[in-house]
């Protein structure tokens, strides 16, 4: 099960790109790469999912080195909105084992006005 | 219904009191999770359930059952309720039951036992 590893949390101000990296040294072949919000009080929302290069959505883009140690999570132009905790999870795309998924604490980011 | 419901939204339980936590998708997802959050500790699975008929135990199972009788409940039980399950609990489901499946979150029980 690949560990990953992300900054307990970041600050940035409104219009600013954040880009939140996150490590999965040990990733294996058939793992893909899973980030989450959560917005206070609330549940944890699906945002982007990737394998590898790069992958863009209307919320946010995630990129992957080739050797896939790695992923960063990019917001363009952030609002007081996105301030949210984001979980990087790692899971294997084969198998039924769901109960190895692994949320962590995510990263904490505020925006400032 | 739209979505996934929990009920109730909150609740204070005296210690060695039963509790069920509910939870109900209309989304026809195969898979269902139960997650406790924690300060300081993140959201960790309790229970699954890859399809109706079928449970699972999760990373902290202890002090915790449940049930999958159909596709859309999952209810929590906690049996003997103690103080160190005070914790905000979510609810979540999953079209399948991979690791890369997206899950839908609850809007979470808050739950607080004295």
């Known amino acids: 099960l690949a560990k990953t590893t992300q900054p307990i949390s970041m600050d940035s101000y409104e219009g600013q790109e954040v880009n939140i990296t996150c490590s999965h040294n040990?990733?294996?072949?058939?793992?893909?790469i899973t980030w989450y919000q959560q917005f206070p009080s609330q549940g944890p929302r699906f945002i982007i999912q990737g394998y590898k290069t790069k992958v863009t959505n209307e919320v946010a883009s995630l990129f992957i080195p080739a050797d896939r140690k790695s992923s960063t999570l990019s917001l363009p132009r952030v609002s007081l909105s996105d301030t949210a905790v984001y979980y990087c999870l790692v899971g294997d795309i084969r198998t039924y084992n769901t109960d190895k998924l692994i949320f962590g604490t995510g990263t904490r980011l505020q925006v400032f006005p | 219904i739209a979505g996934i419901t929990q009920a109730p939204t909150s609740q204070i339980l005296a210690a060695g009191r039963r509790m069920t936590l509910r939870c109900t998708q209309d989304m026809r997802h195969n898979a269902m999770y139960w997650y406790r959050q924690d300060l300081g500790l993140g959201l960790r699975l309790i229970h699954y359930?890859?399809?109706?008929?079928?449970?699972g135990k999760g990373e902290v199972p202890d002090g915790y059952s449940v049930s999958r009788a159909n596709t859309d409940d999952f209810p929590l039980t906690l049996a003997s309720a103690v103080p160190s399950q005070t914790s905000v609990y979510f609810c979540?489901?999953?079209?399948?039951?991979?690791?890369?499946?997206?899950?839908?979150f609850g809007p979470g029980t808050r739950l607080t036992v004295l």
């Open positions: 359930s890859n399809t109706a008929g079928t449970t």
């Open positions: 979540a489901s999953s079209v399948g039951s991979r690791a890369v499946d997206e899950q839908f």
């Open positions: 040990n990733i294996a072949t058939n793992d893909y």
